[in-house]
C-alpha cells in the first residue's frame, strides 16, 4: 500500500522561480488537501479539493495554484517562488463525508527559497 | 472560527510514567477529532479517530477521549516508552468535507 506519495522530498528554489509540489494517493479517496507547516504557526491549510475538478482555497492560498484532474493526483505549484513560502509541505487524503475515517498524510516536501 | 490549542506545548517525563496530552477547541460543532504522532523530519501518522458520536477511542497503550460539550480532547499515554518521543498534533473535522484544523502540538520526550 503506498498511501500519499509526495515528490520531491526536498527542494531549493530560488526566489521568482516556479515549481511543482507532486501528490498521488492510490486509495480512490474524493478529499485532497495541501498544508504547510511552519515552526510556531502549526499546520495550515493551502488549497483542497473534494474531487476531480473541484478545488477550493483553504486558509493561505495566496502564491499557489492546484488542479484535480484526477481523482488520484493532487499537484501544487509555485507561480513565483518567494522565501516566505519557505516551508514543510503536507499532502493529505480521506474519504468525503465519511465521519468514521481518518486522514493520511504524506511525508512531506521541505521547501527552500533562497 | 474553529481555534485549536494544545497544552502543553512540550514536555518531558522518565520513563513508565502514565501521562495526559490536552487538546481544545472552540466550536463543538465537529465531525470527528484525530489526533497525530509526527516523528521529526517526517509525515504524520494517524493514532486514533474519534467520532463525534463517540466518547473514547483505544489502542494499545494510547486511549483517546473526546468531551464534545466541553470542547475537550485527551490523549492518555500508558507506561510511556522513549520510543513515544514525537509531537503529537491533534485535529478537529468541522464538518462532512474533509478540512481539518490542526492545534500547534505537544513535544513529548520521554526519557529512559
Known amino acids: 500500500n503506498a498511501g ?29 488537501s495541501w498544508y504547510r507547516q511552519d515552526p510556531g504557526m502549526g499546520l495550515r491549510l493551502i488549497h483542497y479539493s473534494v474531487g476531480a475538478g ?7 492560498p495566496n502564491g499557489y495554484n492546484v488542479s484535480r484532474s484526477t481523482t488520484e493526483d493532487f499537484p501544487l505549484r509555485l507561480l513565483s517562488a518567494a522565501p516566505s513560502q519557505t516551508s514543510v509541505y503536507f499532502c493529505a487524503s480521506s474519504y468525503e463525508r465519511a465521519a468514521n475515517t481518518e486522514a493520511f498524510f504524506g511525508q512531506g516536501t521541505r521547501l527552500t527559497v533562497v | 472560527k474553529q481555534e485549536v490549542t494544545q497544552i502543553p506545548a512540550a514536555l518531558s517525563v522518565p520513563e513508565g510514567e502514565n501521562l495526559v496530552l490536552n487538546c481544545s477547541f472552540t466550536d463543538s460543532a465537529i465531525y470527528n477529532l484525530q489526533w497525530f504522532r509526527q516523528d521529526p523530519g517526517k509525515g504524520l501518522t494517524s493514532l486514533l479517530l474519534i467520532q463525534s458520536s463517540q466518547r473514547e477511542q483505544t489502542s494499545g497503550r494510547l486511549n483517546a477521549s473526546l468531551d464534545k460539550s466541553s470542547g475537550r480532547s485527551t490523549l492518555y ?4 516508552q522513549p520510543g513515544d518521543s514525537a509531537t503529537y498534533l491533534c485535529a478537529v473535522k468541522g464538518g462532512s468535507q474533509g478540512n481539518l484544523i490542526f492545534g500547534k502540538g505537544t513535544k513529548l520526550s520521554v526519557k529512559p
Open chain 1, 4 to 32: 500519499v506519495t509526495q515528490t520531491p522530498k526536498f527542494q531549493v528554489l530560488k526566489t521568482g522561480q516556479s515549481m511543482t509540489l507532486q501528490c498521488a494517493q492510490d486509495m480512490n479517496h474524493e478529499y485532497m
Open chain 1, 54 to 60: 473541484i478545488t477550493d482555497q483553504g486558509e493561505v
Open chain 2, 77 to 80: 499515554i500508558a507506561a510511556s
